[in-house]
T-cell receptor, first 109, second 115 residues
Framework: GQNIDQPTEMTATEGAIVQINCTYQ??????LFWYQQHAGEAPTFLSY??LDGLEEKGRFSSFLSRSKGYSYLLLKELQMKDSASYLC??????????WGAGTKLIIKP | IAGITQAPTSQILAAGRRMTLRCTQD?????MYWYRQDLGLGLRLIHY???????GKGEVPDGYSVSRANTDDFPLTLASAVPSQTSVYFC??????????????FGPGTRLTVL
């Protein structure tokens, strides 16, 4: 079967750095997305990785290792507004998007 | 303002009733999608449409139907609602062929409760 694993919940301190991991077992791979979803709101696009390595976009970076079936989202200089759920999604060999259940990130002052 | 709108925002529905959730986008995107989101589960695709006039089944299509008469609108119909269809429903669109590599843009969601 196809599976996306993320931690259910993480807690971090304002101003710190946090890494949210995502591992996947899918039938093939055609890209990996990270979305942010604030409580009661719609998911919004953060990043897309299709090649191995690190993609940096301001305070957010996303890393991919296709051989390990692994990605992480790195958030630096955490702000209270970063409190949200972070969704990992993988495009499989059939070009279907498979979603993880999301990681709820709680930021404390 | 460009984007996706959904209606209603929320709805309480008696089991057995028919319900249509509306979704409209003004970005001229080819592909549109309907998802449901339940606590502890990832987004699950119900139905999708890669272009106007065509639709396809996703992971959990049973009990739902869709139509895509034009580019902008993609309504989702529950023919006879059941309590297990209580969920938050998101409509999304993408500017591409809908092959799963496009960035998807989501509407604000409809919170549906079936009693």
């Amino acid at each position: 079967g196809q599976n996306i694993d993320q931690p259910t919940e993480m807690t971090a301190t304002e101003g710190a750095i946090v890494q949210i991991n995502c591992t996947y077992q899918t039938s093939g791979f055609n890209g990996l997305f990270w979305y942010q979803q604030h409580a009661g709101e719609a998911p919004t696009f953060l990043s897309y990785n299709v090649l191995d390595g690190l993609e940096e976009k301001g305070r957010f970076s996303s890393f991919l290792s296709r051989s390990k079936g692994y990605s992480y989202l790195l958030l630096k200089e955490l702000q209270m507004k970063d409190s949200a759920s972070y969704l990992c999604a993988v495009t499989d060999s059939n070009y279907q998007l498979i979603w993880g259940a999301g990681t709820k990130l709680i930021i404390k002052p | 303002i460009a984007g996706i709108t959904q209606a209603p925002t929320s709805q309480i529905l008696a089991a057995g009733r028919r319900m249509t959730l509306r979704c409209t986008q003004d970005m001229r995107h080819n592909a549109m999608y309907w998802y449901r989101q339940d606590l502890g589960l990832g987004l699950r695709l119900i139905h999708y449409s890669n272009t106007a006039g065509t639709t396809g089944k996703g992971e959990v299509p049973d009990g739902y139907s869709v139509s895509r008469a034009n580019t902008d609108d993609f309504p989702l119909t529950l023919a006879s609602a059941v309590p297990s269809q209580t969920s938050v429903y998101f409509c999304a669109s993408s500017d591409g062929s809908g092959d799963g590599t496009d960035t998807q843009y989501f509407g604000p969601g409809t919170r549906l409760t079936v009693l």
